[in-house]
C-alpha cells in the first residue's frame, strides 16, 4: 500500500452537496467557540445565542433543538410527532423513505407510507390515498404525520401555498406536518423568501432545518412552531443518540449560517451554478433536461450508455446514474462552493460523451 505522502489537490465535483467542505466563515465559529469551559448539553453561550436566532427566524414561540445529524434529526422529529403504532404519509423519493436505511421503521417505530408523485412533491389529493378507514382499525397503521422534503430529491422546490394547503388539510385529518429541510436553504434562496416563510410560517409543525448541505462541518436542528409540540424532546433527544455533549459547536455552526444570512448567500450560489449548468446542458444535442431545475439540483437524461460513459469521465467525483426505462437518468448537484469554471469543465465532459460515437 502507498503511503500517504501530502495533501491531496482540492477538486469539486457534482456528486453531493455533502461532498463539499466547510465554508471558513463555519470553521472560524467554531474556532471561536472554542475558548475555555461551558457549560455541557446546551447550557452554554452559543446555545442561547442560536434560541434567539431561531426566534428571529422561524417566530417568537419556536423552540429549536441542535442535533448531530439529519437521519438522527428526522428520527426523533418524528418520535415526538407520533406514536410507534402509527404512520408517516410521504413521497416514494422522500430520503426518509429511500436513504435512511429502516432507521423510522427501526428506532421510531412507525410505518413510512410512500406515495408515487409526479415531481416528488405531495398534495393533498395524493395524500389521502394513504387515510385509513376507521373500520381498519387496529389492523391497519394509523397515519399521524405527513412529511414533506424541502427542496425534494428531485430538485423541486414547495410554495408556501403549497405547504399551507398540505398543513390544514394534515391538520384537518388529525395529523401534524413534518419537513425534512436538508435542502431548506436552497428553496428559501430559490424563492426569495426566508427560511420560516416557506417552513413553520406555512403550518410546518415540526421542522429539520439543514446544515451539513449547506456550509456546515456538521450538525442539523429540529424546530418546533409551538412550546408544547416540544414537551418532552430533551428527553427523546437524548434516547435518539442526538444531544451533543459539546453542543456549542454544533450551535456556533447554525448560528454562524443564521445570524447575517450566510445561509443564504450560500445556498443562492449553489442555486445559481445548478441553473447555469442545466442551461448549459439544454443546449446539448442529445441531453435532455429530465426535471425543471428549481433548487441546486440537476437532473439529465441522454442515452444509458453515453450517461455511464459521462460518469466515468467525471471520475474520481463520479455522479450519480439511474436507468429508468433504458433511458439514463443523471442527478447532479451543486454546492454553496461550486463555481463557473466547474460547471464549464463539466459541459465539456457531458458535450464529449453526449457526442461520442
Not at 457534482?14 to 472560524?28: K, Q, T
Not at 435512511?100 to 417505530?109: K, L, M, N, Q, S
Not at 409526479?118 to 405527513?146: F, M, S, Y
Amino acid at each position: 500500500m502507498a503511503e500517504y505522502s501530502g495533501a491531496m489537490t482540492p477538486s469539486r465535483g457534482f456528486v453531493s452537496d455533502n461532498s463539499s467542505g466547510a465554508h471558513p466563515a463555519i470553521l472560524e465559529a467554531i474556532a471561536a467557540a472554542n475558548a475555555g469551559h461551558v457549560t455541557s448539553y446546551g447550557g452554554d453561550p452559543e446555545t442561547a445565542r442560536l434560541e434567539e436566532a431561531s426566534r428571529a427566524e422561524f417566530g417568537e414561540t419556536s423552540v429549536i433543538f441542535p442535533m448531530m445529524n439529519g437521519t438522527g434529526a428526522n428520527v426523533a422529529a418524528l418520535r415526538a410527532m407520533a406514536r410507534p403504532h402509527q404512520a408517516v404519509i410521504c413521497a416514494e423519493t422522500a430520503h426518509l423513505s429511500i436513504d435512511e436505511t429502516a432507521a423510522p421503521e427501526a428506532i421510531a417505530g412507525l410505518k413510512l407510507l410512500g406515495v408515487p408523485t409526479p415531481d416528488g412533491k405531495l398534495i393533498p389529493e395524493i395524500a389521502a390515498t394513504k387515510l385509513v378507514d376507521p373500520a381498519d382499525v387496529p389492523h391497519a397503521p394509523w397515519p399521524a404525520v405527513i412529511s414533506i422534503t424541502q427542496a425534494t430529491e428531485l430538485g423541486t422546490v414547495y410554495t408556501p401555498q403549497e405547504v399551507g394547503v398540505l398543513a390544514d388539510f394534515a391538520h384537518e385529518n388529525g395529523m401534524l406536518l413534518h419537513m425534512d429541510g436538508s435542502r431548506l436553504a436552497n428553496a428559501a434562496a430559490s424563492l426569495d423568501l426566508g427560511l420560516g416563510e416557506i417552513s413553520l410560517d406555512c403550518g410546518v409543525d415540526v421542522l429539520c432545518f439543514g446544515a451539513n448541505k449547506n456550509g456546515a462541518l456538521f450538525g442539523e436542528a429540529v424546530v418546533f412552531r409551538e412550546p408544547e409540540l416540544a414537551e418532552g424532546f430533551e428527553v427523546l433527544r437524548k434516547g435518539s443518540l442526538q444531544l451533543a455533549s459539546k453542543m456549542r459547536f454544533v450551535s456556533a455552526q447554525l448560528n454562524a449560517l443564521l445570524e447575517g444570512g450566510l445561509w443564504r448567500e450560500l445556498a443562492g450560489n449553489a442555486n445559481r451554478m445548478a441553473a447555469a449548468l442545466s442551461e448549459a446542458a439544454a443546449w446539448i444535442e442529445g441531453v435532455e433536461i429530465a426535471q425543471e431545475t428549481q433548487a441546486n439540483v440537476v437532473f439529465l437524461a441522454m442515452e444509458l450508455e453515453k450517461a455511464r460513459a459521462f460518469a466515468r469521465r467525471c471520475e474520481p467525483h463520479r455522479p450519480l446514474v439511474f436507468e429508468l426505462g433504458g433511458v439514463g437518468l443523471i442527478r447532479l448537484v451543486a454546492s454553496w462552493d461550486t463555481q463557473i469554471e466547474d460547471v464549464d469543465k463539466l459541459v465539456t465532459e457531458l458535450t464529449t460523451a453526449a457526442h461520442d460515437h
